[in-house]
């Protein structure tokens, strides 16, 4: 598979529609591509939270749309990372979209686990409550965003629902760029499946983002990383490389704790 991660910056002096068309175009510039990600907020920043309600919009708002055409007009399956959705009742949600390579909505993620430790988004939105897995052609996707990376249980689940690939879509602080490294890397060992995690660029509120996306595989083998800027990283990898790691080492096989109890 090739899959190409966007690692698109956020500045506060562009608007979020020019920022969609600007993200749109980046999608469409990678056909040829299988998988193409963003990162998490990229409309709004991961931080801006005084803009979160503002800028929300209902799952099929202006975002659905644009990437939906960019995922069409670029025939690649498409995480287009996350934005803030309003509910019906009005809860808002930290919401990630997968489209296909026709432009259809394939699966939406609300964010189960949210940062703020009782401020920011932890107050302002909702938790998500499902677990989400994506099947493609090659591979299933288990999507999960920012935070959710520091929550081993979650990825667990995703393995237990099929995931071979996880996807994390973040927006994640430069000050732990060192933990952002380590856990992708953790939880491709540990689940034995490949990490596609796609950092933000730029200043979001006066939090300097990472960048440093990373593509991980089964074995914890980096297989490409970005730098901080605003840049596209492009991967190869071999999808039936997870079922051979597993077969080879089948410690998901020896599991004790976490599973459901014998009938």
């Known amino acids: 598979m090739h899959a190409s991660l966007i690692q698109i910056a956020v500045n506060p002096d562009e608007s979020v529609n020019s920022r969609r068309e600007r993200a749109a175009s980046l999608v469409v510039a990678q056909r040829g591509a299988d998988l193409v990600v963003l990162p998490e907020l990229w409309p709004v920043g991961a931080f801006a939270y005084t803009a979160f309600a503002e800028e929300a919009e209902p799952l099929d708002g202006p975002t659905h749309d644009v990437m939906a055409k960019a995922a069409a007009e670029a025939r690649v399956w498409l995480h287009a990372g996350s934005f803030v959705e309003r509910a019906g009742d009005g809860t808002l949600y930290n919401t990630s979209l997968v489209f296909s390579p026709?432009?259809?909505?394939?699966?939406?993620?609300?964010?189960?686990?949210r940062f703020g430790f009782d401020k920011g988004e932890a107050v302002?939105?909702?938790a998500g409550e499902e677990l989400v897995t994506v099947a493609l052609p090659e591979t299933t996707l288990g999507?999960?965003?920012c935070y959710d990376l520091r929550f081993p249980e979650q990825f667990r689940g995703l393995v237990d629902?099929?995931?071979?690939?996880?996807?994390?879509?973040?927006?994640?602080?430069?000050?732990?760029r060192s933990?952002?490294?380590l856990l992708a890397q953790a939880r491709a060992v540990e689940n034995q499946a490949y990490v596609l995690a796609v950092g933000?660029?730029?200043?979001?509120?006066g939090v300097e983002q990472a960048g440093h996306s990373?593509?991980?595989d089964p074995w914890g083998e980096v297989l490409a990383e970005a730098g901080a800027g605003e840049e596209v990283l492009t991967v190869e990898f071999d999808p039936a490389r997870t079922a051979t790691t597993r077969a080879q080492f089948p410690a998901l096989k020896?599991?004790?704790?976490?599973l459901a109890a014998p009938r």
């Open 102 to 113: 026709e432009g259809k909505c394939a699966a939406a993620y609300r964010k189960i686990h």
């Open 124 to 126: 302002m939105m909702g």
């Open 143 to 145: 999507l999960a965003t």
């Open 161 to 176: 629902a099929g995931a071979e690939t996880l996807v994390v879509a973040a927006g994640w602080p430069e000050r732990r």
């Open 179 to 181: 933990h952002w490294t």
């Open 200 to 205: 933000s660029a730029g200043t979001h509120a």
């Open 214 to 216: 990373i593509a991980v």
């Open 254 to 258: 020896d599991r004790r704790l976490g």
